[in-house]
């Protein structure tokens, strides 16, 4: 049965970085475009970043451009969330999340094939 397991989620201080990583088993990784969302108290789950599962292209909520990286590892189904510079309002649980040879519209839609159970970040300010 496919899982996906994120780790590296913590306690840190406005101004820190932290790195998520989400491992992904009983799928063909390669064939799935990645996507990290959040959800915070009391709100909607929102779209993060994605990488793409042919080209590896990233894409970014306006809200962490040039703050988040995504990135992928295929030959150790992983894919990663580095945080820098958090604030505050990066407070949420954080989700991993797999699309079988999806565009990044179709994640951006929360089209979804196979989520994480996710992992709580806290950034206190």
């Known amino acids: 049965q496919v899982q996906l397991v994120e780790s590296g989620g913590g306690l840190v201080q406005a101004g820190d970085s932290l790195s998520l990583s989400c491992a992904a088993s009983?799928?063909?990784?390669?064939?799935?475009?990645m996507g990290w969302f959040r959800q915070a108290p009391g709100k909607e789950r929102e779209f993060v970043a994605a990488?793409?599962?042919?080209?590896?292209?990233?894409y970014y909520a306006d809200s962490v451009k040039c703050l988040f990286t995504v990135s992928r590892d295929n030959a150790k189904n992983t894919v990663y969330l580095q945080m820098n510079n958090l604030k505050h309002e990066d407070t949420a649980i954080y989700y991993c999340a797999a699309a079988s040879r999806a565009f990044v519209a179709t994640i951006r839609r929360r089209i979804i094939d196979y989520w994480g159970e996710g992992t709580q970040v806290t950034v206190s300010s």
């Open positions: 990488i793409t599962w042919n080209d590896g292209s990233t």
């Open positions: 009983g799928l063909t990784f390669s064939r799935y475009s």
